[in-house]
């Protein structure tokens, strides 16, 4: 069966780290494009991070640069993004996906994207 499953969610206080895992069976991701999409309570779903299905190249958006990192182990099939000094304003359902061909993580473009999972809740809050 081909599916991505996120993992690591939870409750944290502000400036504290959570590590979330996306895993993937049916299929190789070393092959995609991996993106790590939230979606915040009354909002749209926005990219956060993507890595590129050639090269692992990384973007961030602006909002996360330098305290998220995104990550892929293909000996475990799997993708990770460390976040680090969390903010209120991170709290969100955090959601992996994948595309195969084009650019539509890096645009922010969610509808472009081929597969996603069922999202992980991260709540920032003291």
């Known amino acids: 069966q081909v599916q991505l499953v996120e993992s690591g969610g939870g409750l944290v206080q502000p400036g504290g780290s959570l590590r979330l895992s996306c895993a993937a069976s049916g299929f190789t991701l070393d092959r995609y494009t991996i993106g790590w999409f939230r979606q915040a309570p009354g909002k749209e779903r926005e990219v956060v991070s993507c890595?590129?299905?050639?090269?692992?190249?990384?973007t961030y958006s602006d909002s996360v640069k330098g305290r998220f990192t995104i990550s892929r182990d293909n000996a475990k099939n799997t993708v990770y993004l460390q976040m680090n000094s969390l903010k209120p304003e991170d709290t969100g359902v955090y959601f992996c996906?994948?595309?195969?061909?084009?650019?539509?993580?890096?645009?922010?473009?969610?509808?472009?994207?081929?597969?996603w999972g069922k999202g992980t809740l991260v709540t920032v809050s003291s």
């Open positions: 890595m590129g299905r050639s090269d692992g190249s990384t």
């Open positions: 996906a994948t595309e195969r061909y084009g650019s539509s993580c890096v645009f922010n473009r969610p509808d472009g994207m081929d597969l």
